[in-house]
Nanobody
Framework: QVQLVESGGGYVQAGGSLRLACAVSGRTFSSYKMGWFRQAPGKEREFVAVISANGGTTYYADSVKGRFTISRDNAKNTVSLQMNSLKPEDTATYYC????????????????????WGQGTQVTVSS
């Protein structure tokens, strides 16, 4: 089991940018696929982005494609989410998660695919 701690959330106007970070404990970080999800009030948690264990493959939800970029640094046990051109509909609590599976990275889009979760960081985008 690993521990995940998100940071970087905040309040931003529409069109602005934020960079989220997730620090992960444990010596096996480089073997995990890492994902970002978000949950708005009254809605289910939804997939945002996922990155393969070596960082070579990424996959995004259509709603964020071209605006968000997921990356990781295996030497520092961190995964990041750069969010540009933010919209009010991006307002949510953002969670990072770790997956230990072996399927293709692009199939890790369900919350049930992930083994460990952070506590979340709030992102609020004003119009």
């Amino acid at each position: 089991q690993v521990q995940l701690v998100e940071s970087g959330g905040g309040y931003v106007q529409a069109g602005g940018s934020l960079r989220l970070a997730c620090a992960v404990s444990g010596r096996t970080f480089s073997s995990y696929k890492m994902g970002w999800f978000r949950q708005a009030p009254g809605k289910e948690r939804e997939f945002v982005a996922v990155i393969s264990a070596n960082g070579g493959t990424t996959y995004y939800a259509d709603s964020v494609k071209g605006r968000f970029t997921i990356s990781r640094d295996n030497a520092k046990n961190t995964v990041s989410l750069q969010m540009n051109s933010l919209k009010p509909e991006d307002t949510a609590t953002y969670y990072c998660a770790a997956a230990r599976g072996t399927r293709h990275t692009s199939t890790y889009i369900s919350t049930t695919d992930y083994n460990d979760w952070g506590q979340g960081t709030q992102v609020t985008v004003s119009s």
